[in-house]
């Protein structure tokens, strides 16, 4: 393409090259700000792999809580993660409704210790402001 108004050592994109690291021609710009880490692993895909897919109650709630947590407070000061967090609404969600939650396999799937859990579930709880008798029912594996 040689058009006049333009030079010809210029790329067609020269307004998002950054000199430091020039792009290929076919390499996608990225997003200013990119999706969490869970978007990628939505909430009742989390939901399904801890037995709670046939409650959209429970799902829908712990959807509203993760957004809640979005808006109210920064969890990675917590340092809990995306999922970790995903995870902690859900058994929020199911004590509200009053639905049988694992929670032995839901501190296995979050990656933390049991202690680091609570303790995680807690401040969150105490965060979002929301108190639910918690009913836990451990399996027996």
């Given at each position: 393409e040689n058009r006049p108004d333009r030079?010809?050592?210029?790329?067609s994109n020269a307004e998002t090259v950054s000199p430091s690291r020039p792009?290929?021609?076919f390499a996608p710009i990225p997003a200013a700000n990119p999706?969490?880490?869970?978007?990628a692993m939505d909430m009742s895909a989390i939901a399904a792999r801890l037995g709670l897919s046939?409650?959209?109650p429970v799902v829908r709630k712990a959807a509203?809580?993760?957004?809640?947590c979005d808006i109210n407070f920064d969890s990675s000061v917590?340092?809990?993660?995306?999922v970790c967090k995903a995870i902690i609404c859900l058994e929020i969600a199911a004590?509200?409704?009053?639905?049988?939650?694992?929670r032995s396999e839901a501190v296995r799937m979050s990656g933390m210790s049991e202690k680091a859990y609570i303790r995680s579930f807690n401040a969150l709880q105490n965060g979002l402001g929301v108190k639910y008798a918690t009913l836990h029912f451990y399996s027996a594996s």
């Open positions: 030079p010809l050592f210029l790329p792009r290929s021609r999706p969490p880490a869970a978007a046939g409650s959209r509203e809580l993760r957004r809640l917590l340092g809990i993660g995306e004590t509200k409704f009053q639905v049988i939650f694992d």
